[in-house]
Antibody, heavy 123, light 107 residues
Framework: QITLKESGPILVKPTQTLTLTCSFS??????????VGWIRQPPGKALEWLALIYWDDDKRYSPSLRSRLTITKDISKNQVVLTMTNMDPVDTATYYCVYRSNYYDSSGTLDYWGQGILVTVSS | SSELTQDPAVSVALGQTVRITCQGDNLRSYYASWYQQKPGQAPVVVIYGKNNRPSGIPDRFSGSSSGSTASLTITGAQAEDEADYYC??????????FGGGTKLTVL
């Protein structure tokens, strides 16, 4: 059974750096093709892809947010960490951790999602 | 840049068939996946690849594609299908892109 769970601060101040951790089970990030990533959703708005990291340490970032994002993995802990710098109130959103089973697939499917964590940016 | 376009809202009478579409140049080369999101919940995959349903997804959900347009069809919509639906795909760089979502109302 694959599960993912997000953790981190629920309130950050403008200009601060956000650090979110995804703790997962039921699969290994050593497995060829596997990736873990982050999606966010501002209240009442659409989903937005942020970043993905794959088994071979290949990292992909949203072009519009690339300069602010860093994604890393700790295979020994079954965790993936996302940092986002210079937070702004417009970054207020639910942040989801996602599992991608096959880098080589033809559709970009995000197979499993965590429950999400609502992060509010406010002074 | 990669973009996927969806109609903001669609409605369907209970028991009827509805098609939700997703347009984008990526879809000429890649399939779309479809996600259902109910209020307060995380999205769930309902269709992926050419036309594949994960275990537990009713067979009234199906997917298709033609040119730059992918479609999610619900045949015999049920009240519990009322939700937001998002398409996503990938591009040649391995990036992921989402559509803006479609709010489905079952009348």
């Amino acid at each position: 059974q694959i599960t993912l769970k997000e953790s981190g601060p629920i309130l950050v101040k403008p200009t601060q750096t956000l650090t979110l951790t995804c703790s997962f089970s039921g699969f290994s990030l050593r497995t060829r093709g596997v990736g873990v990533g982050w999606i966010r959703q501002p209240p009442g708005k659409a989903l937005e892809w942020l970043a993905l990291i794959y088994w071979d340490d290949d990292k992909r970032y949203s072009p519009s947010l690339r300069s602010r994002l860093t994604i890393t993995k700790d295979i020994s802990k079954n965790q993936v960490v996302l940092t986002m710098t210079n937070m702004d109130p417009v970054d207020t959103a639910t942040y989801y951790c996602v599992y991608r089973s096959n880098y080589y697939d033809s559709s970009g499917t995000l197979d499993y999602w965590g429950q999400g964590i609502l992060v509010t940016v406010s002074s | 840049s990669s973009e996927l376009t969806q109609d903001p809202a669609v409605s369907v009478a209970l028991g009827q068939t509805v098609r939700i579409t997703c347009q984008g140049d990526n879809l000429r080369s890649y399939y779309a996946s479809w996600y259902q999101q109910k209020p307060g919940q995380a999205p769930v995959v309902v269709i992926y690849g050419k036309n594949n349903r994960p275990s537990g997804i009713p067979d009234r959900f199906s997917g298709s594609s033609s040119g730059s347009t992918a479609s999610l069809t619900i045949t015999g919509a049920q009240a519990e299908d009322e939700a937001d639906y998002y398409c996503n795909s990938r591009d040649t760089s391995g990036n992921v892109v989402f559509g803006g979502g479609t709010k489905l109302t079952v009348l």
